[in-house]
């Protein structure tokens, strides 16, 4: 069975520096990997995701991860964070097909001014 | 982009009664749909897989006769929380893969649920 691990339950950090939120799965099988964010009392985002290709993804606020299959890690990382960051980031994988996706516990990140 | 919509956003209801909530694909034909549940400050959980015209498969631990689900179309799914109690007040979020283009699923914006 599938699992994602994600070790820290909440990271705090100043506004502007950088961060790295970890991820490590457990699968036999080929996956595809996410990350969704989710604001106070909003829904799910997706972030990024990798299913194919190239090994690091990026978002479009800044945001990257880099798929590691040695490591079996999906850590995200961002270089300079915003106070608008914070914010519940889950990791999660899937195998291809319909699928359901298996999330992590959740990283809290609170961006400190 | 794709689109999926829940309704209601929220409600409270008390102890006992039944409530409906509604899992739309907006712009696209959804053949499955998950439906998860996240208990406050927790991640999701999976509690079911809705596939349409067929019965549902139910994750274990989560009871079928409590949650109902019909997949009634390829846009609608909906989950039936019969007799609820407080211990069922949660946030239920559906998710669906876009048929013939399952490297993405898109997810509603979530339910809250609160049995007094």
């Known amino acids: 069975a599938q699992s994602v691990t994600q070790l820290d339950s909440q990271v705090p950090v100043f506004e502007e520096a950088p961060v790295e939120l970890r991820c490590n799965y457990s699968?036999?099988?080929?996956?595809?990997l996410f990350w969704y964010v989710q604001y106070p009392n909003q829904g799910l985002q997706l972030l990024l995701k990798y299913l194919s290709g190239s090994t690091l993804v990026e978002s479009i606020n800044g945001f990257e991860a880099e798929f590691n299959k040695s490591q079996t890690s999906f850590h995200l990382r961002k270089p300079s964070v915003h106070i608008s960051d914070t914010a519940e980031y889950f990791c999660?994988?899937?195998?291809?097909?319909?699928?359901?996706?298996?999330f992590g516990k959740g990283t809290r990140l609170s961006v400190i001014a | 982009g794709a689109v999926v919509s829940q309704h209601p956003s929220w409600v409270i209801c008390k102890s006992g009664t039944s409530v409906k909530i509604e899992c739309r694909s907006l712009?696209?034909?959804?053949?499955?749909m998950f439906w998860y549940r996240q208990f406050p400050k927790q991640s999701l959980m999976l509690m079911a897989t809705?596939?349409?015209?067929?019965?549902?498969?139910?994750e274990q631990g989560v009871e079928k006769d409590k949650f109902l689900i019909n997949h009634a179309s390829l846009t609608l799914s909906t989950l039936t929380v019969t007799s609820a109690h407080p211990e069922d007040s949660s946030f239920y979020i559906c998710?669906?893969?876009?048929?013939?283009?399952?490297?993405?699923?898109?997810f509603g914006p979530g339910t809250r649920l609160t049995v007094l």
């Open positions: 809705s596939n349409e015209g067929s019965k549902a498969t139910y």
């Open positions: 712009d696209f034909q959804a053949t499955t």
């Open positions: 998710s669906a893969p876009r048929t013939g283009r399952t490297d993405t699923q898109y």
């Open positions: 999660a994988v899937r195998n291809s097909g319909n699928t359901p996706l298996v």
């Open positions: 699968s036999s099988v080929s996956v595809y």
